[in-house]
């Protein structure tokens, strides 16, 4: 394929301030390729002076193999990269400038989280109210709010700043161990180039070409590192689709490049991946967000089958929907790797596994794990297993000393050579001997009290209170509560969804107990299935970015899964427009075919009646084949809903009161209103001496 007008325009824009808008499909990584290749064989510019800069590690092997083959032999180099490898690289060199070893550590989220339970114990905080994951976003928002000074205070050799709470304690350990973690490496390159000239001189001089993939997705930290290596040429070029930004929520700020002042402006809105109808659909959607640059995408290809929307009475149907398509289309010559299937959230895999297992299509959870095989599910799984039977070695081994309950590897080593020696299964064996030394400790008689306890009501306990109650009782549940993120939690509540799905289909028999749902989701849980070759892929929208399919499944389309309630409540208008980014992501997966699907019933958070999506309703019905039937009433419950959520965040759009009306606060008392701010939607009100703002839905007027 040649280079198109726009493409070829944004390839020989060298010099300045240049701003490549590219939308989905338009092929921004051929022209960032391109352009390397023209600055090296038509400008002359050694590679050595440029600097490629992606967002992963894949997106850079991709564009170092397709510059290679445009360039001469040893003309790539390890300057195409991800900014934090680039960091690495600069540290590397100039990190001994603060009296940092060459060979610092670089630790990753897993041994923060180690760092943060360390620190948290020296402090004794408590991990039942404050959890690791949320100690670590107190770190980072330490960092991002005046990186020089906590690199100066704590994290430089030799300081002694005395350290009065945890997060500085962790910032200590950091440094015992020269350590420093992703955000560390911005930081203090950032801290280098604005402290010794030196080090300035030499990095602004040598990158005379500075060029950015994915720029939507940087953060302001991640900008300025820019802008100081590109102060002395001037030549930076970024490229980017602000519709496309799905990572705001850890610190991406599209609306940097949305402003970015450029000496060249170009857009590339030449789709070749999708068709008509498919483009047409994620115009009108990411046409309802307002920070953005104005776009249209269109393309020359011809429609070759219109946009399916499917309404499903339950999850359960939903999931049969889209195996049996699948199955129908593979029939017709289709194949498996033709087909992906994409959700908001990875909790929702469950049942579209089952459903294409029943119909026997081989899946693949692209970038995750399937479902019975996360590490949350087994460990529960595995609890059922030994309060069914004795004889799940695997099962005990997982779960003994989970969560800890000192049953080490030594302890377990002496178990299994004494039930190797007895031919007994490794519970019997403990329940038989839990008197001798090697096992006569508190906690783990504690243990087999709570199997055994859990044995006497099993039979005729529906599994799913037997679960929880296993995991109230085993220390599970507050395990995933303090140092688990909140998609663990999610996994959890629809396990415990399936397993109420199973009681209500079993209710009649009498078979609701662990034993029966155990022997129903041994075929989900075989790990004897074959994991190569042409399979379906399954993913979260996160995941699927970058990727193309002729075919795209986009489930779960529930007002308050999808957009997610809780992204909205949390960022506000934020929220509700990377939700819709997503939307706009995953439809542009798709080049031939998509299918929209949601389901009625009740949600699992809240219990709420489900509706369907927003995101629907924004697409014109011209543009859609709507099957199953869904009654008006429930695009009506749609939109009630955004209506309630909304007022619920930016209070009723009826009425702004004045400065000077008397309002009440439940907390606050009587106060009075002093101005009101339309972009927060909130107001200013005085109490006494001090002013508050608050939003309206906390206010009464008097």
């Not at 300057?79 to 070893?101: A, D, N, Q």
């Not at 779960?399 to 002496?414: C, D, H």
Request: proline share 3%.
């Amino acid at each position: 394929m040649r280079l198109n007008d726009h493409q070829r325009e944004a390839v020989e824009a060298t010099e300045g301030r240049v701003r490549v808008v590219a939308g989905a499909g338009s092929g921004k990584t051929r022209v960032l390729a391109h352009r390397f290749a023209y600055l090296v064989n038509e400008i002359g510019i050694s590679p050595s002076n440029i600097l490629c800069l992606t967002f992963t590690n894949k997106a850079a092997q991709e564009m170092k193999h397709r510059i290679a083959k445009m360039v001469d032999s040893g003309s790539v180099n390890d300057f195409i990269c991800t900014i934090h490898s680039f960091c690495v690289k600069f540290l590397r060199r100039e990190i001994y400038r603060i009296g940092y070893p060459k060979n610092f550590l670089i630790i990753d989220e897993e041994d923060a989280k180690g760092l943060a339970k360390q620190a948290m114990q020296d402090f004794g905080i408590d991990r039942k109210r404050t959890t690791a994951e949320r100690f670590l976003k107190g770190i980072a928002e330490l960092k991002g709010y005046e990186p020089d000074l906590y690199i100066t205070n704590f994290l430089m050799p030799g300081s002694d700043t005395e350290v009065r709470d945890a997060k500085e304690r962790y910032l200590k350990l950091q440094l015992k161990q020269y350590a420093l973690d992703y955000d560390d490496l911005i930081y203090f390159t950032i801290h280098i180039l604005t402290h010794y000239p030196e080090a300035y001189d030499y990095w602004t001089d040598k990158l005379n070409y500075i060029m950015v993939d994915e720029v939507q997705d940087l953060s302001g930290d991640d900008w300025k590192l820019l802008h100081l290596l590109a102060q002395r040429h001037g030549n930076l070029f970024v490229v980017g689709d602000p519709d496309q930004a799905i990572y705001e929520w850890r610190g991406g700020n599209p609306r940097i490049f949305v402003d970015f002042k450029a000496r060249t402006d170009i857009i590339l809105n030449r789709n070749y991946r999708s068709t008509p109808d498919i483009l047409d659909a994620a115009n009108s959607i990411i046409s309802n967000n307002q920070n953005r640059v104005p776009k249209e995408l269109f393309t020359s290809r011809l429609n070759e089958r219109k946009i399916t929307y499917h309404h499903c009475k339950s999850e359960k149907e939903e999931a049969a929907f889209v195996a049996s398509t699948i199955a129908k289309e593979i029939k017709d010559g289709a194949k498996y790797h033709h087909f992906a299937v994409v959700y908001r959230s990875s909790f929702l895999s469950r049942n579209i596994e089952q459903a294409l297992l029943k119909e026997q299509i081989p899946y693949t959870v692209w970038g995750g794990v399937r479902f019975f095989e996360r590490r949350e599910i087994k460990d529960i799984i595995s609890y059922l297993k030994i309060t069914v039977s004795d004889n799940d070695d695997l099962a005990f081994s997982r779960i003994a000393n989970v969560p800890s309950r000192k049953f080490g590897a030594v302890t377990l080593g002496k178990l299994r050579d004494r039930a190797e020696a007895e031919g007994l299964p490794l519970y019997t064996t403990l329940r038989k001997h839990i008197d001798d030394k090697d096992f006569n400790r508190p906690s783990i008689r504690r243990f087999v009290e709570l199997i055994e306890r859990a044995r006497t009501f099993s039979a005729e306990t529906p599994v799913s209170e037997l679960t929880d109650w296993l995991m109230k009782n085993s220390g599970l549940a507050d395990m995933y509560r303090t140092d688990e993120t909140e998609e663990r939690l999610e996994n959890i509540a629809e396990l415990i969804n399936s397993m109420k799905e199973f009681e209500l289909t079993r209710f009649d028999e009498d078979e609701t107990d662990a034993g029966h749902y155990l022997q129903e989701i041994a075929l989900y849980t075989n790990p004897d299935f074959e994991k190569d070759g042409s399979n379906v892929r399954l993913m979260t929208i996160h995941q699927s970015k970058g990727l193309e399919f002729p075919c795209v499944f986009i489930i779960g389309l529930t007002e308050g899964v999808f957009p997610n309630h809780r992204s909205i409540r949390e960022r506000r208008k934020d929220g509700e427009e990377e939700e819709r980014r997503l939307m706009y992501v995953a439809v542009t997966r798709a080049c031939d075919m998509l299918y929209l699907s949601e389901s009625e019933g009740y949600l699992n958070d809240t219990g709420a009646l489900k509706y369907p999506s927003r995101f629907i309703g924004e697409i014109d019905t011209s543009l859609l084949d709507i099957e199953g039937n869904p009654d008006p009433k429930l695009l009506e419950g749609t939109r009630s809903m955004v209506k309630v959520l909304n007022d619920e965040i930016f209070g009723a759009k009826d009425e702004v009161w004045q400065s000077g009306t008397v309002v009440s606060h439940k907390v606050f008392g009587e106060g009075i209103i002093k101005s009101y701010d339309p972009a927060a939607k909130s107001y200013r009100v005085k109490f006494g001496d001090i002013i508050r703002n608050l939003l309206p839905r906390v206010l009464n007027k008097l």
